[in-house]
């Protein structure tokens, strides 16, 4: 049911954040995060994404 297409959503997003670390693509990065169910917009996901990358050393690490 919902719950089902929720968690599959959830998993392909992040499979997709992962892949885009693994080959260090902020544009991959963004549009991962684009197609989670939190995030309403593309311009979120980048705004997110941004902000992740100017505070987090971890997640600068794996797009710089």
Known sequence: ???????????????????????????????ALALHPLFDSVNVARAVLSQAIRTSPLVAAAFD
């Open 1 to 31: 049911g919902a719950t089902l297409g929720l968690s599959q959503s959830v998993r392909a997003c992040e499979s997709l954040l992962i892949n885009a670390a693994r080959v260090r693509d902020r544009s991959l990065a963004w549009q």
